[in-house]
């Protein structure tokens, strides 16, 4: 089965690329004990810092938008080197 490309104005990119950022931080609004940080321009390796207060946990966030092959298989994206180092995980949206 192969999923209908969108057709996409590369004018348009960075506002596909917010939207998705802040659909991601939605998701995570939902979790309870939970604070999150956005990286305002994009200058460090992650996107999101998710914070759990009640687990002390601490997780990077990298947000993708998903993009498709024509033969519909999903193009991954790949970590650059900091982000490696920090174990930053993808979210595609």
């Keep these: 089965m192969l999923l ?3 057709e996409t104005n590369h004018k348009h990119k960075p506002q596909i690329g917010i939207r998705n950022e802040l659909k991601a931080i939605m998701k995570f609004l939902d979790k309870p ?14 996107d999101l810092i998710i914070v759990n207060t009640e ?5 990077l966030y ?7 092959r024509k033969d519909g298989t999903l ?4 970590k650059n080197k ?3 180092n920090l174990n930053v995980k993808i979210i595609y949206m």
């Design 4 to 6: 209908k490309r969108r």
């Design 33 to 46: 004990h939970t604070h999150i940080y956005y990286d305002f321009g994009n200058r460090g390796p992650a």
């Design 55 to 59: 687990t002390g946990t601490v997780d």
């Design 62 to 68: 990298d947000v993708k938008s998903k993009s498709y």
């Design 75 to 78: 193009i991954n994206r790949v």
């Design 82 to 84: 900091s982000a490696k």
